[in-house]
């Protein structure tokens, strides 16, 4: 064909599409003017109600009509919206040699729950599935390298997804707003995640990020409210401005990385979180170096076991924890840092070891205890080590050593002190 009138189709009320055959472009512009609304498709081939155009499925005839779909094998690539907004589409076998599908063409398909992905995909473009609010779970195949910005976003149903170990970033909002995840594994080869990928992810409350990491972008986790700890990886190179905004049930993020400029931007957009330096993470004990810098879930700990890999308890370790009535300190010991246990509400008992020799500012004020003995290898004292701890009952300090009273702060409780050999 190469030419056609005016209004060739004019009054055809119930026309949903043209099928072009061949390549004309200007009677698919001549078409697409006069007949507004319907669809004018290029192609080069008919299989059934799957109209291909270069091994490409552009279009389906009467696609709102079916609930299942069979992809025929002759398909390479599916193409853009071919599939958008097929409301009873339930389920689709995507068979193996499609490479690539394309922009938005699943998007709010809401009633798709089961779809079968080849091993022969390599590229899942932006929007691909967006909206597909019956889509529970997915396994997509090591063979994909990239997956587009907001290619799952808005699947609220998506509880569980396996992400291929090829790809290398995750794109902007990928995951947003798909709030029945509840968990995710990074591949080890993802280096970047960008802006908003994991948005109001309501109910992720944990995710590892492995040590390729190098970027994250602004707000990627915000509004994942069930977020309760983070651990940034060392290979991190940048993060972006408010990435865990509106995240309330988030307590502390736990920096493996030497950048000061990251703690700093940390500190600065989330002001009510503990941002903690640390190298290294054993069991719930955070460290830096041979110090004991943090303790995962540590506002919820009544007792604790510091361990004896450790050699100093770092500034404000167990500042604020309320809850906390008993800890045990090795004999590894020789440094407690300033606040180390300030505040420390319900702490009424502990035991000091022979081998500390440096007791930091304020290391137990405002605490409950109500017997203090002071090991005789304590050399450095800081301020108001004791103050406020209106509890107090006992304060042994080893002879020769009364000059500690006016660090200790404890002047009103003078007639407490007991001095041994």
Request: proline content about 3%; charged content about 20%; hydrophobic content about 40%.
């Given at each position: 064909?190469?030419?056609?009138?005016?209004?060739?189709?004019?009054?055809?009320?119930?026309?949903?599409?043209?099928?072009?055959?061949?390549?004309n472009?200007?009677?698919?512009?001549?078409?697409?003017?006069?007949?507004?609304?319907?669809?004018?498709?290029?192609?080069?081939?008919?299989?059934?109600?799957?109209?291909?155009?270069?091994?490409?499925?552009?279009?389906?005839?009467?696609?709102?009509?079916?609930?299942?779909?069979?992809?025929p094998?002759?398909?390479?690539?599916?193409?853009?919206?071919?599939?958008?907004?097929?409301?009873?589409?339930?389920s689709?076998?995507?068979?193996?040699?499609?490479?690539?599908?394309?922009?938005?063409?699943?998007?709010?398909?809401?009633?798709?729950?089961?779809?079968?992905?080849?091993?022969?995909?390599?590229?899942?473009?932006?929007?691909a599935?967006?909206?597909?609010?019956?889509?529970?779970?997915?396994?997509?195949?090591?063979?994909?390298?990239?997956?587009?910005?907001?290619?799952?976003?808005?699947?609220?149903?998506?509880?569980?997804?396996?992400?291929?170990?090829?790809?290398?970033?995750?794109?902007?909002?990928?995951?947003?707003?798909?709030?029945?995840?509840?968990?995710?594994?990074?591949?080890?080869?993802?280096?970047?995640?960008?802006?908003?990928?994991?948005?109001?992810?309501?109910?992720?409350?944990?995710?590892?990020?492995?040590?390729?990491?190098?970027?994250?972008?602004?707000?990627?986790?915000?509004?994942c409210?069930?977020?309760?700890?983070?651990?940034?990886?060392?290979?991190?190179?940048?993060?972006?401005?408010?990435?865990?905004?509106?995240?309330?049930?988030?307590?502390?993020?736990i920096?493996?990385?030497?950048?000061?400029?990251?703690?700093?931007?940390l500190?600065?957009?989330?002001?009510?979180?503990?941002?903690?330096?640390?190298?290294?993470?054993?069991?719930?004990?955070?460290?830096?170096?041979?110090?004991?810098?943090?303790?995962?879930?540590?506002?919820a700990?009544?007792?604790?076991?510091?361990?004896?890999v450790?050699?100093?308890?770092?500034?404000?370790?167990?500042?604020?924890?309320?809850?906390?009535?008993?800890?045990?300190?090795?004999?590894?010991?020789?440094?407690?840092?300033?606040?180390?246990?300030?505040?420390?509400?319900?702490?009424?008992?502990?035991?000091?070891?022979?081998?500390?020799?440096?007791?930091?500012?304020?290391?137990?004020?405002?605490?409950?205890?109500?017997?203090?003995?002071?090991?005789?290898?304590?050399?450095?004292?800081?301020?108001?080590?004791?103050?406020?701890?209106?509890?107090?009952?006992?304060?042994?300090?080893?002879?020769?050593?009364?000059?500690?009273?006016?660090?200790?702060?404890?002047?009103?409780?003078?007639?407490?002190?007991?001095?041994?050999k």
């Open positions: 064909m190469t030419f056609v009138g005016d209004q060739i189709f004019s009054d055809c009320t119930n026309l949903q599409s043209i099928i072009l055959l061949g390549d472009v200007a009677i698919k512009e001549k078409l697409t003017y006069d007949h507004v609304g319907v669809d004018v498709v290029d192609a080069d081939k008919i299989i059934d109600q799957y109209v291909l155009k270069d091994e490409e499925l552009v279009y389906v005839i009467d696609r709102t009509a079916y609930t299942t779909i069979n992809i094998a002759e398909v390479t690539s599916i193409g853009e919206e071919v599939f958008s907004n097929c409301s009873d589409l339930t689709i076998i995507i068979p193996n040699g499609v490479r690539n599908i394309g922009k938005s063409a699943f998007s709010e398909c809401v009633s798709l729950s089961t779809i079968i992905i080849p091993k022969s995909l390599v590229c899942i473009e932006e929007t599935f967006y909206g597909c609010v019956s889509i529970d779970s997915l396994n997509i195949p090591n063979s994909v390298r990239l997956m587009g910005a907001g290619c799952f976003a808005g699947c609220r149903a998506l509880s569980s997804i396996t992400l291929s170990e090829g790809i290398s970033q995750i794109e902007e909002k990928t995951f947003s707003g798909c709030s029945s995840l509840s968990s995710i594994t990074i591949p080890a080869n993802v280096r970047l995640i960008h802006a908003r990928a994991f948005e109001d992810c309501v109910i992720l409350d944990s995710l590892a990020l492995p040590d390729s990491i190098n970027y994250i972008g602004d707000a990627v986790f915000e509004g409210s069930s977020l309760s700890m983070m651990v940034l990886p060392r290979s991190l190179k940048y993060v972006g401005d408010y990435i865990f905004s509106n995240c309330n049930n988030l307590r502390y993020l920096l493996l990385c030497e950048s000061g400029s990251i703690y700093e931007k500190c600065y957009h989330h002001p009510d979180l503990d941002v903690v330096v640390a190298d290294q993470i054993i069991d719930q004990y955070v460290l830096k170096g041979s110090a004991l810098v943090y303790v995962l879930n540590k506002y700990l009544t007792s604790l076991v510091v361990p004896s450790v050699d100093a308890i770092g500034p404000n370790t167990f500042a604020n924890c309320h809850l906390l009535e008993s800890v045990l300190i090795p004999k590894t010991i020789t440094t407690i840092g300033d606040n180390a246990f300030y505040n420390c509400k319900a702490l009424r008992s502990i035991i000091i070891p022979d081998g500390v020799a440096h007791i930091g500012v304020k290391a137990f004020a405002s605490s409950a205890l109500e017997s203090i003995t002071l090991p005789k290898s304590v050399k450095i004292l800081g301020e108001n080590i004791f103050i406020d701890c209106n509890n107090l009952q006992e304060i042994k300090i080893p002879k020769g050593k009364s000059g500690y009273y006016n660090k200790l702060g404890l002047k009103k409780y003078k007639k407490l002190y007991q001095v041994y």
